[in-house]
C-alpha cells in the first residue's frame, strides 16, 4: 500500500471532519461534565436531575446512530454534516436559557442526535481520500477533534463561568458556530472522492498489465464465517468498553469538586488533565493499531483502562486522581480509531460494507452509552451520591471487554485450525 502522504484537499477534509467531532462530540457531550457542578450550586436543576439530563445527550446520540443512515441517504454525507454540525450549536445556544427541565432535555437530546450522526458519517466521508496515509494515523488525526473539545471544554469552562452560566453556553455556542463556518466547504465531493480513488490505484500500479476483474468480496462477512462472529463479538466488545468509559466521563469533574469537597476548581483542574489525555488519545492509540494491529492494540488499551478506572475508585490523593485522570481522558476518543481500523480489518476492500459495519458498532456503543447513563444516574441516587462504586463497576465492564476480546482471538484461531481466512489486502502488519 502507499504511503504516500495526503495532498491538501485530503487534508481540508480531515480538518472538517476534525471540527465536527470537535463540535457535534467533544463540545457538545464533554462540556456539560465541568458544568455539572455549577448547575447544581447556581440551582439549575437538582443533583439527580442533572445527572438525567447529562444522560439525555446519550439517549441522543443513540437515536442519531440509528438515524444516521437515513440521514445520509436523504441528505448525503456532506449536508448531513454540515447541517447536525449546527444543529449542535443551536442546541448550546438554547440551553443558556434554563426555560424548565423539559426545555433542557430537548436541546441535550438534540445535541447528542448531532452527534450520533456525526460519528458514523464523518469517517466514511473523509477516509476515502486517505487511501496514501495510514488508516489508523488518518482516523486518529479525525477523531483528534473530540479530544481537542474535551480539552478545550476544560479550559474554556472555568474561564466562561467568570460571565456566568448562560454566558458560558453562549461563548461554547460561539466557537461552535465559527468552526461550522470554517469547515462548510471542506468537506470532500463524490467527484473528488473518485478523483483521490483513481489517483491512488495509479500511483499504487503504474506498469500493471491488463487482467480480468477480479470477483467482487462480498458486501459483509458471510453469516457464521470466522470473520462474521469476530465483528459481532467486537460490538459486544465495544459495547462493554462504552459501559466502562460512561462513569469518568459523567462524573469525574463532581466527584473531585463535590465528592471530595475540592471545589469547582480543583474539579475543572483535573477535568482539564482529562482533556490533555484525550488530545493524545487518538493519534498514540491509531499509531499502536498501525504497529500491533488493532485487535491487538484494544486489548492493551482496554487492559490499561481497567486497571485505571480500577485505581480511581480507590484513589484519595489529589495527585493521584490527577495522574489517573491523565490516562481515562486518552481513552473515550482514543479507542473510537482504533475500533474503527478494526472493523476494516474484518471487512477488507469494500468502502460501503465497511460503512455498514462501522454503522453498527456506532450503534452498540450508543445503546450501551444510553442504557448504562440511566443506569449509573440511578446507581448515583441509590447509592447516596457515591462516585466510587460507578468507577468500580466500570472497571468491571473493561474486565468483561477483555474477556470478550480474548474470545474473538480463540474463534480466529479455532477458524485458522480448520480453513485459514485470505489476509485483508495490505496487512503487512499483525491483525491480532
Known amino acids: 500500500m502507499s504511503t504516500t502522504s495526503p495532498g491538501p484537499a485530503a487534508w481540508r477534509a480531515i480538518a472538517a471532519g476534525a471540527s465536527a467531532s470537535f463540535v457535534g462530540i467533544g463540545l457538545a457531550r464533554f462540556a ?18 442533572v445527572a438525567y439530563l447529562g444522560a439525555a445527550n446519550l439517549a441522543g446520540y443513540l437515536a442519531g446512530a440509528l438515524s444516521a443512515p437515513w440521514v445520509g441517504r436523504r441528505l448525503g454525507d456532506r ?114 472522492t473518485s478523483a483521490a480513488s483513481t489517483t491512488s490505484a495509479a500511483s499504487t500500479t503504474p506498469t500493471a498489465p491488463a487482467v480480468a476483474p477480479a470477483p467482487a468480496a462480498p458486501a459483509s462477512p ?3 464465517s470466522a470473520r462474521s462472529r469476530r465483528l459481532g463479538l467486537l460490538l459486544v466488545e465495544y459495547a462493554l468498553i462504552s459501559t466502562g468509559l460512561t462513569p469518568a466521563m459523567a462524573f469525574l469533574a463532581d466527584f473531585v469538586g463535590r465528592g471530595l469537597d475540592r471545589g469547582s476548581g480543583s474539579g475543572s483542574m483535573v477535568w482539564i488533565l482529562y482533556g490533555l489525555g484525550a488530545l493524545v488519545g487518538p493519534t498514540l492509540y491509531g499509531f499502536l493499531g498501525d504497529r500491533l494491529g488493532f485487535a491487538r492494540a484494544l486489548l492493551v488499551i482496554t487492559l490499561v483502562q481497567a486497571g485505571a478506572l480500577a485505581g480511581l475508585a480507590a484513589a484519595h490523593g489529589l495527585p493521584a486522581i490527577a495522574a489517573l485522570s491523565v490516562v481515562i481522558g486518552s481513552f473515550p476518543p482514543g479507542v473510537v480509531p482504533v475500533v474503527l481500523g478494526r472493523v476494516h480489518e474484518l471487512v477488507p476492500r469494500r468502502p460501503e460494507a465497511q460503512s455498514a459495519a462501522w454503522g453498527k458498532a456506532t450503534v452498540a456503543g450508543a ?66
Open 32 to 49: 456539560y461534565t465541568p458544568l455539572v457542578p455549577e448547575l447544581i450550586t447556581a440551582r439549575w436543576f437538582s443533583a439527580s436531575a
Open 222 to 224: 458471510p453469516r457464521g
Open 367 to 432: 445503546l450501551s452509552l444510553a442504557l448504562s447513563a440511566y443506569l449509573y444516574s440511578y446507581l448515583f441516587d441509590l447509592t447516596g451520591q457515591n462516585h466510587r462504586v460507578l468507577f468500580a463497576i466500570g472497571a468491571v465492564a473493561l474486565v468483561l471487554a477483555l474477556v470478550v476480546g480474548c474470545a474473538a482471538r480463540f474463534v480466529r484461531a479455532g477458524a485458522e485450525a480448520q480453513t485459514p481466512e485470505p489476509a485483508p489486502a495490505g496487512a503487512g502488519r499483525a491483525a491480532g
Open 79 to 192: 449536508r448531513a454534516l454540515r447541517w447536525t454540525m449546527a444543529l449542535a450549536t443551536v442546541a448550546l445556544l438554547a440551553c443558556s436559557v434554563p426555560v424548565s427541565a423539559a426545555w433542557f432535555f430537548l436541546w441535550r437530546l438534540a445535541s447528542g442526535f448531532a452527534g450520533g450522526v456525526i460519528m458514523v458519517r464523518v469517517a466514511g466521508a473523509v477516509l476515502p481520500h486517505l487511501r496514501g496515509a495510514r488508516r489508523g494515523l488518518a482516523g486518529g488525526a479525525i477523531f483528534a477533534g473530540l479530544g481537542v473539545g474535551i480539552a478545550a471544554s476544560g479550559t474554556l469552562v472555568p474561564l466562561l463561568l467568570h460571565l456566568g452560566l448562560s454566558r458560558t453556553w453562549m461563548g461554547l455556542a460561539a466557537l461552535c458556530a465559527v468552526l461550522t463556518a470554517l469547515s462548510w466547504n471542506g468537506w470532500p465531493t463524490a467527484s473528488t
